[in-house]
């Protein structure tokens, strides 16, 4: 079976919505991306709140923007 994901732009309200409707579409995965001033981490955990059954990532993790 074909798996199917999707790339969010920056964390804005339009980005985090599509997630959610994206779920209700069927579709098994959401990836953030994390960039210089932007993170990653935290919408993912956001929208591990409001989804069910959606995988979730950041495909990566800038450590040394991190304190």
Known sequence: MLKIGI??????????DLVT???RLGVESAWIPEA????GL???AYLAGRTETM???TACV???SRS
């Open 7 to 16: 790339v969010t732009g920056n964390a804005t309200a339009e980005s985090l």
């Open 21 to 23: 409707d994206a779920e």
């Open 36 to 39: 210089w001033m932007f993170d």
């Open 42 to 44: 935290t919408p993912a």
């Open 55 to 57: 995988r979730l990532g």
């Open 62 to 64: 800038q450590l040394g």
